[in-house]
């Protein structure tokens, strides 16, 4: 099966357009550093133009509101939109809302897409999803928040941090243990809870290397909840009970790959910023374009970049072509190796610019911080690390007879194939 990312006319066209409305309205606001509530009200003639273009939420299917373009094309959409910090929010595709969007379409109750849904997807009510733990992060086995029945309802008691936009929104996904004497994947439910709820508490905005002075009402913070003696109905379970690790793996693998291309996206600005820098810095009798390390850093930012993208809509590809089940390792591969590649090409251009880099004047010290985290969410480097590795040596037995002859390397068989014509023969002097 041959592998095609060609686009249409009609694509092409779509895409200019992204283009040109990312760098000509999406990347100006980003100096302004609004509070969520201003920058709703300020970006809201735009996102009604990415509405009136049918790009709003494109993640989901026709039927739910979405463009059904397929996991490909979205790939090339989101390496635009990911150009700007601001641009998932301008195209109804930032998470977590983009990813809870996906669960509560393809889980919900009729009843649950009515609350929910539908007003989550117009963009007037914000989400969150609060899973890791301070005492289990990679690992979501470890989730000790308990959801206990109480006659038709539940009981949620727990603690969980690093809760996107917790403090900005009006409901929360919530995955607890239901069941802890099941198997391992089976002991946890999802429940939606009402931000307003009894026992739901906001304690913080965690400060971070990436927001390292948080703001309540800011476009995006990591929050810290607890909730205590929380009484839902049974209304309040997402899909069946037992079921929320499967749950938040598939919302977890296209969400990867929605973050690997914008990863991409910023990865290409930061190159093309790296490029110019290079035309016009004059230092030591020529400019920097002249100089080898500086030429070694574009040849190499430029084939990693081309290598991550290629990674990451065949992954994409596979996905429409295969299912998501197919695409496993690809985006285990596409997730650590994407967020280095951002970390790598941002950190030289930052170094290309010196001091100026290294300031808040331009945008290369924000990009770097966020660079940081994304090889830690959605799962750290080294959980998908282990889990390609994993994935390829799966169906790989050992030899039944040792390291097979043929796997040595060429000049040492020769070698023994010498010697052992040479050897002499029984009863030789």
Known sequence: MSWDFGTDPETERELAWIREFIDTQAVPLEALDL??????????????????????AAHLDTVHGGTGRGQLRLALMNEIVGRSRVGPLLFGTAPPDSGNLELLAAHGSPD????????LLAGSVRSTVAMTEPGAGADPTLLTTRLVRDGDGWVLDGHKWFATNASLADFLLVMAVSDPDAAPRDRATVVIVDRDAPGVEIRRDIATMENPHPR????????????????????????EPGRGFAMMQERLGP????HCMRWIGQAQRAFDMLCERATYRFTHGSVLADKQTIQNWIADSAAEIAA?????????????????KAARTDIALIK???????????????QAHGSLGFSA?????????????????????????????????????????????????TARR??????????????SP
């Open 35 to 56: 509070a969520r509530h201003d920058f709703d009200r300020v970006a809201a003639p735009l996102v009604a133009q990415v509405k009136d273009r049918g790009l709003w």
């Open 112 to 119: 649950q897409r009515r609350r929910y849904f539908e007003p």
């Open 216 to 239: 309540p009402a800011q476009i995006e913070n990591h929050c810290e909840v607890t909730f205590t003696d929380v009484r839902l109905g049974a209304r309040a379970v997402l899909g």
């Open 255 to 258: 969400a990867r790959l929605h």
């Open 308 to 324: 991550a993208r290629l990674l990451t809509l065949h992954a994409a590809w596979k996905i429409d072509t295969l299912g998501a």
């Open 336 to 350: 650590f190796h994407g967020a280095k590649v951002l970390h790598d090409v941002v950190d030289r251009a930052v």
């Open 361 to 409: 004047d331009l945008p290369l010290e924000s990009m770097y911080r966020r660079a940081r985290a994304a090889r830690i969410y959605d799962g750290p480097d080294e959980v998908h690390r282990q889990s390609a590795a994993r994935l390829l040596l799966r169906d790989r037995e050992p030899p039944a007879d040792g390291i097979p002859t043929e796997h040595l390397p």
């Open 414 to 427: 020769a070698a023994r194939r010498r010697f052992a014509l040479a050897a002499p023969t029984e009863g």
